[in-house]
């Protein structure tokens, strides 16, 4: 039987790469996914391969960092299909990149709302469920940013290690109540957004294959084999972690 056969999850960010990789695994365990994105075009084409494939699964469209609609999106889950066991908060965006004292403090605001704050605010109406509803499994999604800082990328290794820490001590305050809350931590993986970069910076692409310990790029479903394990019940003893996947950069 599928490891999440009869459970009800929503991942956020998930029209296009790593998130939309998520909701399609976790629909193939069993899930019935709301598929969740600013954009309703790649939402429901994410929907539709779910739907396609066999699985259950709604597309909704919302901006995460607006708290109405992120509590309207839980609503939605739990409307479509009856309760909210699996979440998967993905969804990030960098406003900016380059040298700190370059940036304005609306780009570096911006961003640590767009990868941070909407992070907490998912978790805040995930959670609230979630404890009037015999608990659940909350995996966010982090970046190797976080762990050992990105020169000219601040803001976003910044609010990503916020996410890292945001993880943790909610995992530790309600762990005895029935919520498992843990990290994926990916290193860099061939979405379509990281495939436009390559193409505009070729020798980029081959340092950074280069970084990771098994000298190539990770696939978005690699991501999302690690989000199934720490959603599903093998991972029953498992909380307040950040799992790394990254060829083994991280440790080079």
């Not at 939309?20 to 996914?33: D, H, P, Q």
């Not at 609609?69 to 699996?86: I, K, N």
Request: net charge negative.
């Amino acid at each position: 039987m599928a490891e999440l056969t009869g459970k009800s999850a929503l991942v956020t960010g998930a029209g296009v790469g790593i998130g939309r990789a998520i909701a399609c695994a976790l629909a193939r365990e069993g899930a019935s996914v709301l598929v969740v994105d600013f954009n309703g075009d790649t939402a429901e084409e994410t929907a539709g391969l779910i739907r396609a494939g066999g699985g259950e699964a709604r597309a909704h469209v919302a901006d995460v960092s607006d708290e109405a609609r992120v509590a309207t999106m839980v609503e939605a889950a739990v409307s479509a299909f009856g309760g909210l066991q699996v979440a998967c908060n993905s969804a990030a965006v960098s406003r900016g990149s380059g040298p700190i004292h370059g940036f304005t403090r609306e780009v570096f605001d911006q961003t640590l709302e767009l990868c941070l704050t909407n992070t907490f605010l998912c978790m805040k109406h995930e959670i609230a469920h979630m404890l009037e509803h015999g608990g659940g499994s909350i995996v966010n999604i982090s970046s190797n940013a976080s762990l050992r800082g990105q020169p000219y990328n601040t803001a976003y290794a910044a609010a990503k290690s916020g996410v890292n820490l945001l993880t943790k001590s909610s995992a530790s305050e309600y762990g005895h109540k029935g919520i498992r809350i843990n990290a994926v931590s990916p290193g860099v993986i061939r979405t379509p957004g990281v495939e436009r970069y390559f193409e505009e910076q070729p020798k980029i692409a081959e340092g950074l294959k280069q970084a990771a310990a098994m000298r190539r790029l990770g696939e978005p479903e690699e991501i999302a084999e690690a989000v199934c394990f720490l959603a599903s019940d093998r991972a029953s003893f498992i909380t307040g972690q950040l799992l790394s996947v990254d060829g083994g950069a991280a440790v080079k």
